[in-house]
Nanobody, 127 residues
Framework: QVQLVESGGGLVQAGGSLRLSCAASGRTFSSYAMGWFHQAPGKEREFVAGINRSDGSTRYADSVKGRFTISRDNAKNTVYLQMNSLKPEDTAVYSC????????????????????WGQGTQVTVSS
């Protein structure tokens, strides 16, 4: 069992930055690939970024490439999402999730491959 708690969301102007954190409980955090997803009102949850458990390989949605960076610190059981050059269309609830798909070595894009989820943190970008 892994419990995930996000923090760092808030209100920011367009062009600004935020850093989201996701703290995990349990001693098996390093066994999972981790992902960040977002869900805007009236829309489905979408993949934003992911990082594997082994060599730190990452994947990003096209909409955030070059602006967002995912990283993890296994010693702190924490995964981060650095968000720069924020746009109003980035406004959503951001959730982190843990995946054991392909033993955590590959990064899944679909929500079905993630087994543990946090409650989410709201990010609002004003124009």
């Amino acid at each position: 069992q892994v419990q995930l708690v996000e923090s760092g969301g808030g209100l920011v102007q367009a062009g600004g930055s935020l850093r989201l954190s996701c703290a995990a409980s349990g001693r098996t955090f390093s066994s999972y690939a981790m992902g960040w997803f977002h869900q805007a009102p009236g829309k489905e949850r979408e993949f934003v970024a992911g990082i594997n458990r082994s060599d730190g390989s990452t994947r990003y949605a096209d909409s955030v490439k070059g602006r967002f960076t995912i990283s993890r610190d296994n010693a702190k059981n924490t995964v981060y999402l650095q968000m720069n050059s924020l746009k109003p269309e980035d406004t959503a609830v951001y959730s982190c999730a843990a995946s054991s798909w392909m033993s955590g070595i590959m990064i899944a894009l679909g929500t079905g491959e993630y087994i543990y989820w946090g409650q989410g943190t709201q990010v609002t970008v004003s124009s």
